[in-house]
């Protein structure tokens, strides 16, 4: 893999979400975009065991060159960069190892692209280098339902729902006069990327992605702003009012954020389950190019059984699973047994990447 770090300069999005004078639920907005922002923001995460991969050493190898070189690149950024580029400069750095990383597994681990840690590396980097989640081609990227090895939960899918609302207009109009409408609008607009969330893995532990905390704090920024009680058991009703303002909840029914049932949202380990892709799921030679100035040819490692079933991971029991919402990966490829292992992931969301409020103009 052909790689070499710059301090490349990463700059803010020009993206803006300019809310309407009007609208009165702005605290729950600036707490989506928060959370959404925070999905593990730590760009210095754990190089990967490469347990089951088929080239493991290859795998550690290649995250800890990313490493070496991100440090080498930061070095340079504060020699070279002026101060008042020099954060931009740093971002590029982390920014660009984040993008390295998705080549690692692509290069090393395209056995496992299905499984939990493969889709964590993706959103770290999305996350990190501020991408339009919808907006990004990566390989495998989400998941195609049913694929061999599996992460329990598409964590594609529920990223892409929680980022959609920084690029999704509010489509309440309160210039209509009509109150009612209005509040149930946007206990509607409000109700939909929680719903598809929860629908899409509906017992899946999302604390990785801040999801726990994020429907607290959005249940309680909503009581406070609107009339919600009244308002969302009109439109969360059998009579599905939402449909009429263009919002949908994915596989499944609408649900009141502020009135969840017990056991939701799920608390079941993240866990990749059983079975790995034997055969490459597309060409064995590929260019992948990712902001910010990452290009690299990759070259997938041959399959080796031998290697795979040597490195295998042990049995972690049942992980959480849920309806899966759909997905745009590539091919399967040939899937593969692999004595019921199952690995789980987890941990606590990051504190956020806070220049996105700045982004956003809201501080």
Known sequence: MDRGFKSQVSRPSTRQLVPSAAMPTLPALVTLLFWTASVLSDTNSTTPSGVGCVDPQGLVDCYNNNVAQATSCTADADKNCDSDNRGLCLAGCANYQLAANVGCWLESCWNQVYGCEFQDTVIQY??????????????????PDDAPGACSCNLGMVYEYMSEVAITSDPCDPSGGNTDLFNECQCCYFSSPISKIINTCPKSDLSILGVPTLIQQFAADIKKDIPFTDA???????QNVCSSFNLTSGPGAFVDPAA?????????????MTGTVTSLPGPQTLTLELFPAYTST???????????????????GAGGGGASDGGSGSGA???KGNGGAERRIGGQAGLGVLVWAFMFNFV
């Open 126 to 143: 999305i996350d990190g280098a501020d991408r339009v989640a919808s907006s990004v081609s990566i390989p495998f990227y989400p998941p």
């Open 232 to 238: 969302c058991q009109s439109a969360l009703g059998p």
């Open 260 to 272: 969840l049932p017990s056991g939701v949202p799920g608390t079941e380990p993240l866990s990749t």
């Open 298 to 316: 990759i070259v997938m490692a041959k399959f080796d059984e031998a290697q795979v079933t040597q490195t295998a991971a042990p049995t972690a």
């Open 333 to 335: 490829g040939t899937a």
